[in-house]
């Protein structure tokens, strides 16, 4: 892996060499294409840029010129300045962990983001906070109050349907034909290329949203007591086998029990089971239970889930408590973390970022510095073959709102923001939780450097196992009664088979709602992205 | 009158003793969390400490902007605006509901008028807030009130109008009439009577009975909650957004902020003690 | 200390002042107030009814006045009287008044009983037990919620008290939640029904007392026989108070456990703030708003009328 | 069978004596009032019989029982407050059973005696009315009706007809006085006013300043006062107190009172007491009631006519001489013109001698 970046930079080297005496060439030509201004030593610009940050080792990575996205957004916005049409500043809002990301410098050296936005624009980005888990509430209270707060929102992934059906969203189509985001770009550009972009920002077809995140949910583990040999022995006594992070499901059991010892103040694992954020456990054991992948609906848009796999499902998920923190079912992520970074968990399923928080040197908080490792998530054996799947879920992204005064602006922030340049060197950034997902933000030396190449490597794998869960219209009211539901059976209120059959009768219920042939249209347009990959 | 025995009195001391270390405890362990570096926040599986070890003001300095090394968390704002909305909102909520309130009271009191008022306030206070914030949202929306100060104001002393209507109807039901009559009898317009008799009387409940209103305002979150997005959000609201990806619940940040809320209510609630019973019974009782 | 209810206004005070001059200041006087409840009573009203018989939501992106392209006749009614989870909300918090209400009263009389009589600390003992209820509501939800933590104080005094390891995941466990939610509602109110009370007693007429002592009545009988009955009015106004405050409650709750775990701590409000801002079912709360509202005025406001006029 | 002995009993606040060494004897079903201005120690007394305060010193003993560290719910006293502390939350018939209930007695008995005590206060008719809104008097029968109920050995009363109207008092006196006699129970009845102790009570305590002055029934203490507080106390206008030296004249013997006159003492026990005491400075008392104005009769003692006081049926005349005072109380026909001088007979029988320095009478054992 580490050799891999650092071929890659020396690789990177050279081709700027090259680049360089391009210019000298074509200059000499005398046909200097006007928008190149001589590299002067002021701007710290590298030749043939015109933006981008300046001063940090690397810095010319995230630079631009024109012929790319950011730098076409810097355009944009100045030929909007030229005509009055630009506004003097834009409020966004943010997920509160994610605004340290623009406002605070990485590397220390480094300008913040919104400083060389702001430096190379003069637009002001006023960002207002939310906590995490109350963006969808937050953005329909200023769609349904006309609070007009806001030029852009930020709110995950899932909600963009319900977003746009609400006509809180700005229809993007004109804005991607005229400026050319590139975001299908093969090499530097979203992981599926168009089919990425279709399953990340559009919506019926339209775009809608600019990723900012890769929610892929990855699974981190303590490599210290994994190997630690007095640990092995001790596994190896007890099953019979050799300890490493478990392939399946029911391995998970055995290892998490084997760890779990909360008199000494350490958990066997600490995914998720609270209201609102657990059921993507459910999700990644689902989807596993059958090759490729079990589905959520048939084809008629029927609800699938209240089966064998499904209760199967819910099953481990409520049997999964018993080596989890006591407080497991009151715990957001923020608990979470905390008891991750307290060393008091073996195992987690966690955002990518997890390795960028808690195994960073610049984090006092965490004793687990050093100490993680990261991998593939457990799966089933289906017929010899382990299947293995994580899911894409919550994912922010950034939208424009209809009741912004000035959309076009906000539309080229967001294509500056989200451009693989600037995005790479804002993922980096451990200040936020902001997670990589475009192929260029992978090679990136600095995005290597903060979420450590082994769980850059995992997070690719990893994408390739991810089954996105749902977007589309209808999809809070369907997460809404899973979630009731496994709720309801984690607290003992009902068995597994009854929270399935009540979910997948609510889900029968939406699906009428909301149309059967739309669901269905929506289930279509997202199967391709759905992996296939089996181990 | 009846002789109090030495045990008995020991015994009185004892449960008065517990009852007050009940009362005291969360509120002291707020205080010490405020005073936590962030290392002593959470205790999980360890002992637990009743006391910061290390005692700091970074809690304090967080919430204001100072940044502190130990908190790779950025503040988008800073807790000075949310306490200056709540010192707003809560102050003008307190002078709609006040005025509105005392006028009618004294109507209702004197002259007998607003017919079905009485019981319509107290119908609104029982009814749960909650219920009415759809129309509500709606109508501030409309009215351009979402998310301003003056907004919030507005429904604050709507909510809080029965409250300083009723307790300033028993003011006036109290205070002897003689001396409006001399006067109006002198033939002092009704204007001067009530400006220059009626209200110099009134300060003293006047006044008790603001600053209750103005606690209740001031500690509102459900309103709040719903009626504010970004400039003007609360400090209950405000205090939601104290959450970190680095450390989980800013636990410390959050008492710190919670003590200053909680001073105003408690030096203004001990101020009237002496109108407190009255006050917190919509008059319906009087010392 | 004397004792009122809602009583009929008073007479006029001056009575050569005409009639209608008196009428006309009286109307002045009460306008302001007036149109503020109209200000927030007509609107509401008159919209929530009519968008409780449609299927609209901010969802649709249409603005209420095209509700009524979302017609659905009386659906929303049929699920306010069927709904599991709104009827589990309302029985809850009847569970949490029929809990705390007494709770906080008993321990509200009995310090209060403590109080009676001079002792040394009395006024200083006084302000501190005041306090918890004076702590923003809000506050305290952010206070107990760190008590509650497996690794917070309260587990630390029972582990102190019991001797052994108390780990209890009070938020995390049904049962468990309602009762700490509950424990901070008492910690918080009780202070009330302890002023309150106290006013009370202290308005009992010393000699009662005593001559109920001439005449051999001890301790209880006393309470019994003269204080509490005495002060029964007053019970009545601190156990009403404290009903309708916990019938609305929702700030400490809410931020505690946010209804939580699943909905074993969902009170009508944080049920219907749920419903409101996380499934933005609007028609349907309106029709639960108007529930409420016939309820209330079907309930409340008789019993009311009648304890005024039984003065 | 129930007296009261209080020994030596004294009760101190602070420095301040309310009480100083109280020794009294109330026999059985005997009516006493402790009379005396206010601040004399009655009230201080009455407690300390009940019970409410605890004594400094001394004893308490109901028929010879000491009850001194009896708690007070069970020294089995009735008591009537000045304002009848009724219970106004409950019915006529609730206060009247009240004792008996605290006593637990059964239902039956209860109600025939709560019965038998209406029909002896004439409170039938009103047993199941609220005792809140009754008139004064009838709240008095409640009050003392709900003591005596419980048949207790001692009732005490204080001052009960202190807040009733002047013109209701003459019922109530005898209401209370009858109801008294009914009962046959020994009472202690603490007023302030003379004219309640002397219709009601069979002997009075007259008490000042925590002391005890003396103790009889209405007629000595008006006839013979033992100084010259109760003297001065005790009817009115109180007795005429006049300085002056004792003096002998051929064998007989008189006060010298300077301007006004000399008075001749008709020989008797007084005389020989007065001998005995030696030619001492003196205080010569006489009732204003017994004086007669007769200009005929010789040796009388001059004064002047300084003020007519009418009242009624009575004329009160007031007269001086010098530093001294008298006052005369005629029929109402009495003519009287300021200035005048006026020729006095004090009724020989009726003038009482005080020691100037002791103010104890002499002649008086």
């Known amino acids: 892996m580490t050799d891999q970046g650092s071929s890659r930079l020396i690789s990177r080297r050279r081709l700027l060499k090259t680049g360089v005496a391009g210019f000298a060439l074509t200059s000499a030509i005398g046909i200097a294409p006007r928008y190149i201004r001589p590299a002067h030593a002021d701007t710290g610009l590298a030749p043939g840029m015109t933006g981008g940050p300046t001063g940090f080792a690397g810095a010319e990575r995230y630079q631009y010129n024109p012929e790319m996205p950011e730098g076409r957004a810097i355009e944009g916005i100045k030929a909007l300045k030229a005509a009055g049409k630009a506004p003097s500043k834009l409020v966004f809002q943010m997920s509160e962990g994610a605004i340290g990301q623009l406002t605070k410098s990485f590397p220390a050296d480094a300008p913040t983001i919104q400083s060389v936005w702001e430096k190379e624009t003069g637009i002001k980005i006023e960002i207002v906070g939310v906590a995490s888990g109350n963006e969808f509430t937050k953005v329909m209270q200023d769609i349904s109050t006309k609070g007009a707060a806001f030029d852009i929102y930020q709110v995950e992934w899932n909600r963009l349907g319900d977003l746009t059906e609400a006509g809180g969203l700005v229809n993007l189509d004109e804005y991607v034909a005229k400026y050319k985001p590139e975001w299908d770009d093969p090499k530097r550009g979203y992981t599926g290329g168009v089919q990425g972009v279709t399953l990340l920002n559009k919506y019926n077809g339209s775009h809608y949203a600019v990723s900012l995140d890769g929610d892929f949910q990855t699974w981190i583990y303590r490599k210290d007591l994994f190997e630690n040999s007095k640990e092995q022995a001790d596994f190896k006594a007890k099953f019979g086998r050799d300890l490493h992070f478990p392939e399946t499901w029911d391995e998970l059991t055995e290892v998490a029990s084997f760890f779990h010892r909360p008199d000494k103040g350490l958990f066997g694992c600490t995914d998720l089971r609270n209201q609102g954020w657990g059921y993507t456990n459910w999700y990644q054991r689902y989807c596993s239970m059958a090759a490729p992948n079990k589905l959520l609906f048939d084809d008629h848009g029927k609800a699938l889930i209240n089966s064998p796999e499904g209760v199967k499902a819910a099953q481990g998920y409520v049997d999964g408590l018993k080596y989890h923190s006591p407080d497991a079912i009151s715990w957001g992520w923020p608990e979470q973390y905390g008891n991750m970074a307290s060393g008091n968990a073996a195992i987690t399923c966690a955002f990518s970022n997890m390795p960028k928080f808690l195994d960073s040197a610049a984090n006092a908080g965490s004793k687990v510095t050093g100490k993680l490792a990261a991998a593939l998530p457990p799966g089933t054996r289906v017929n010899g073959k382990l299947i293995r799947r994580s899911v894409l879920w919550f994912n922010l992204m950034a939208m424009v709102s209809t009741q912004s005064k000035h959309p076009e602006a906000a539309y080229l922030f967001l294509q500056w923001l989200g451009g693989s340049r600037t995005f790479s060197w804002m993922s980096s950034n451990p200040a936020g939780y902001f997670d990589p997902f475009q192929l260029a933000n992978f090679d990136d030396p600095l995005v290597q450097q903060s979420y450590h190449p082994y769980q850059v490597a995992n997070i690719r794998e990893t994408i390739k196992r991810a089954v996105p869960s749902i977007n589309y219209a209808g999809a809070s009211s369907y997460h809404k009664s899973l979630d009731d539901n496994l709720m309801a059976a984690l607290t003992g209120n009902q068995t597994a088979e009854q929270a399935m059959a009540a979910t997948a009768k609510a889900w029968d219920k939406v699906t009428r709602r909301i149309g059967e042939q739309n669901i269905v249209k929506a289930i279509q347009t997202s199967l391709p992205s759905w992996p296939t990959l089996v181990d | 009158m009846s002789k109090p025995s030495w045990g008995s009195e020991a015994l009185r001391y004892a449960l008065i003793l517990l009852a007050v270390a009940i009362a005291l405890i969360p509120i002291l362990w707020m205080v010490s969390m405020a005073f936590k570096p962030v290392e002593e926040w959470t205790d999980a599986g360890r002992t637990l400490h009743w006391l910061p070890i290390h005692p700091t003001l970074d809690n304090f300095r967080f919430i204001f902007g100072g940044s502190t090394s130990k908190l790779i968390v950025s503040l988008d704002s800073t807790a000075g605006w949310p306490i200056l909305a709540s010192l707003l909102s809560a102050t003008l909520g307190t002078v709609i509901a006040m005025v509105c309130g005392t006028l009618a009271a004294y109507g209702v009191s004197r002259f007998n008028a607003g017919g079905n008022l009485p019981l319509a306030l107290l119908q609104l206070r029982i009814f749960p807030p909650m219920a009415v914030m759809i129309p509500v949202m709606i109508m501030w929306s409309f009215l351009g009130l979402v998310d301003t100060w003056y907004g919030l104001a507005l429904i604050y002393g709507i909510v809080t109008l029965p409250f300083s209507f009723w307790l300033m109807k028993t003011f006036f039901d109290d205070m002897p009439r003689e001396l409006e009559e001399a006067a109006l009898v002198e033939g002092c317009s009704r204007f001067r009577v009530f400006h220059r008799i009626t209200l110099p009387m009134m300060m003293a409940p006047f006044a008790s009975a603001a600053l209750l209103v103005f606690i209740f305002n001031w500690s509102d979150y459900l309103i709040a909650l719903l009626l504010t997005t970004r400039e003007w959000r609360t400090i209950p609201v405000y205090m939601a957004s104290l959450s970190s990806s680095m450390t989980g619940q800013l636990y410390g940040a959050k008492a710190a902020l919670g003590l200053i809320a909680a001073v105003p209510p408690v030096v203004l609630g001990l101020a009237i003690q002496r109108y407190l019973v009255r006050g917190l019974t919509f008059g319906a009782l009087k010392q | ?311 | 069978m129930a007296t009261i002995s209080l020994q030596r009993l004294s009760k101190h606040f602070g420095t301040f004596s309310a009480l100083h060494e109280l020794d009294l004897q109330v026999r059985d079903q005997e009516f006493m009032a402790l009379l005396g201005p206010s601040g004399c120690g009655k009230s201080t007394t009455m407690n300390l019989v009940a019970g409410g305060i605890d004594a400094s010193a001394g004893k308490i003993l109901f028929d010879g029982r000491d009850v001194t560290d009896v708690a007070m719910g069970r020294r089995g006293v009735g008591f009537v407050f000045q304002n009848y502390a009724i219970f106004t939350h409950m019915s006529v018939r609730d206060n009247l059973s009240f004792g008996l209930r605290m006593r637990r007695l059964h239902r039956t008995e209860v109600d025939r005696r709560v019965s038998a005590m209406a029909d002896l206060l004439q409170l039938g008719p009103l047993l199941d009315q609220r005792a809140s809104g009754l008139s004064v008097n009838i709240l008095q029968r409640i009050a003392i009706g709900r003591s005596a109920i419980v048949e207790p050995a001692i009732f005490l009363l204080d001052e009960p007809l202190s807040n009733v109207d002047a013109a209701f008092r003459a019922i109530m006196r005898t209401e209370l006085k009858s109801l008294q006699r009914q009962f046959k129970q020994t009472m202690i009845y603490v007023t302030h006013d003379q004219l309640e102790a002397m219709t009601m009570a069979d002997r009075i305590a007259v008490m000042d300043g925590g002391v005890l002055q003396q103790v009889g029934t209405p007629l000595e203490v008006y006839n013979e006062p033992r100084n010259v507080f109760v003297a001065g106390f005790i009817g009115s206008p109180g007795m005429n107190l006049l300085e002056g030296r004792l003096y002998e004249e051929g064998g007989a013997i008189g006060v010298d009172l300077g301007v006004i006159g000399r008075q001749r003492l008709t020989e008797g026990k007084q005389a020989a007491a007065a001998r005995r005491a030696g030619l001492a400075d003196v205080l010569l008392g006489f009732r204003p009631e017994d004086i007669t104005v007769d200009a005929g009769n010789p040796g009388a003692l001059k004064m002047a006519v300084s003020f007519v006081e009418r009242i009624g049926h009575r004329v009160v005349v007031h007269l001086d001489a010098g530093a001294q005072q008298v006052k005369m109380v005629a029929r109402n026909g009495f003519a009287a013109t300021l200035g005048a001088a006026l020729p006095l007979h004090p009724q020989a029988d009726r003038m009482r001698l005080f020691d100037k320095a002791s103010g104890l009478a002499i002649g008086v054992e």
């Open chain 3, 1 to 311: 200390m004397s004792v009122e209810a809602v009583k009929a206004p008073i007479a006029p005070v001056v009575v050569q002042a005409g009639d209608a001059e008196i009428r006309r200041l009286g109307l002045r006087l009460t306008l302001p107030a007036q149109l503020l409840l109209a200000f927030i009573v007509l609107f509401p009203l008159v919209m929530e009814l009519y968008i409780s018989f449609t299927d609209w939501t901010p969802l649709v992106g249409k603005n209420w006045v095209w509700a009524y392209r979302y017609w659905n006749d009386f659906d929303n009614y049929v699920e306010v009287l069927t709904n599991a989870r709104l009827w589990g909300s309302i029985v809850r918090t009847f569970v949490v008044m029929i809990v705390c209400v007494p709770t906080e009263l008993l321990l509200g009389l009995g310090i209060a009983l403590l109080f009676t009589g001079d002792f040394f600390g009395k006024r200083f003992f006084y302000s501190i037990l005041l306090m918890p209820m004076m702590v923003v509501p809000a506050v305290a939800g952010y206070m107990f919620f760190m008590l509650f933590q497996s690794g917070g104080p309260v587990n630390a005094i029972l582990s102190a008290l019991t001797g052994s390891q108390v780990a209890i995941a009070w938020l995390s466990h049904a049962n468990l939640a309602l009762a700490a939610v509950m424990i901070a509602d008492i910690w918080q109110w009780t202070p009330l029904m302890f002023l309150i009370l106290l006013a009370g007693l202290l308005g009992v007429p010393e000699d009662q007392l005593q001559m109920a002592t001439l005449l051999g009545a001890g301790r209880w009988a006393r309470l019994r026989h003269i204080v509490l009955p005495r002060i029964s009015r007053i019970l009545v106004i601190a156990v009403a108070i404290r009903t309708i405050e916990i019938f609305k409650i929702f700030d400490t709750l809410y931020i505690m456990t946010s209804g939580g775990p699943g909905d074993s701590t969902e009170t009508i409000s944080v049920y219907i703030y749920k419903v409101t801002m996380q499934d933005l079912e609007w028609s349907y709360v309106a029709t639960i708003a108007l529930f409420i509202l016939v309820v209330l005025s079907a309930v409340a406001i008789p019993a009311i009328k009648r304890f005024g006029a039984a003065r």
